[in-house]
């Protein structure tokens, strides 16, 4: 009975949208207005407990590449905000709502505008389109198929919630990993298109996930942002793709 509420009750929330550039139809069960609100508290706590940075010019200079890629993404309804965190590990991110973090730590590894706005496309492109939530999405879905699945089958409520995570498991390995390499491209193609867009050079893209490349090899102990976003062939393969598929006129 319970799997069935379950059901009824996620089966309300699910829609499908579509994400920009791409055009691709996502499954989301996550309202805009949720996930604003989930961007909200999360940047409330980032700020909490990092340490912004106090170099202004820095500061200044990230946010003016923000500015310039926000206002092409035809999100002026995001309450955009770019901060700079003294942080040695290289690392960005965007969350939902359009509060784009930067550690100082990346900064180090990109050599020029151009490069900053590659990381800036990419990370502000996976907000865009909604990747967390179509993550959550996903997520949700795979647990209430495991209860459904779970109650046809007269499997005792008791242990319901381990078939649940028995399940979860086979659906993540199935669905859900295949799915981030796929965002990751995704994410690559939206914020190379917005780079370029906004005016930078996308050649710069190719020049940054090389050196990726390069300090991901060399390195005993790559940078964390690598495990997240491994920048190997297909990558490197796939940005040629992207660039030399953008619009001549820009
Ligand atoms: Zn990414």
Not at 6 to 13: H, K, T, Y
Not at 61 to 75: C, D, F, N, Y
Not at 188 to 203: C, E, F, H, R, V
Request: aromatic share 8%.
């Amino acid at each position: 009975m319970r799997a069935i509420n379950l059901f009824l009750g996620a089966a309300l929330l699910v829609g499908c949208t579509t994400t920009p550039v791409t055009n691709r139809t996502q499954f989301m069960m996550i309202s805009p207005d949720q996930e604003m609100a989930l961007g909200a508290t999360e940047a409330k706590k980032v700020i909490q407990s990092s340490k912004i940075d106090t170099d202004k010019v820095l500061q200044d200079r990230v946010k003016r590449i923000g500015q310039k890629i926000a206002a092409v993404s035809g999100r002026s309804d995001f309450a955009w905000e770019f901060t700079v965190i003294q942080d040695d590990t290289p690392n960005a991110f965007c969350l939902p709502g359009g509060k784009v973090f930067f550690y100082t730590g990346i900064l180090k590894i990109t050599e020029n505008d151009d490069q900053i706005a590659t990381v800036m496309g990419h990370e502000i492109a996976h907000a865009l389109a909604r990747h967390g939530a179509e993550r959550m999405s996903m997520q949700t879905a795979s647990n209430v198929g495991a209860q459904i699945l779970a109650a046809a089958l007269n499997i005792p409520t008791q242990y319901q919630n381990l078939y649940a995570q028995a399940y979860g498991i086979t659906s993540q390995v199935g669905l859900i990993l295949p799915y981030s390499r796929k965002f990751e491209h995704e994410a690559d193609q939206i914020g190379i298109y917005l780079m370029s867009k906004a005016g930078y050079n996308p050649a710069q893209a190719l020049k940054f996930w090389e050196n990726m490349a390069r300090i991901s090899k060399s390195s005993h102990k790559p940078p964390a942002f690598l495990s997240t976003h491994p920048a190997d062939d297909a990558r490197i393969r796939e940005i040629r793709k992207y660039i030399a598929q953008l619009p001549s006129t820009r």
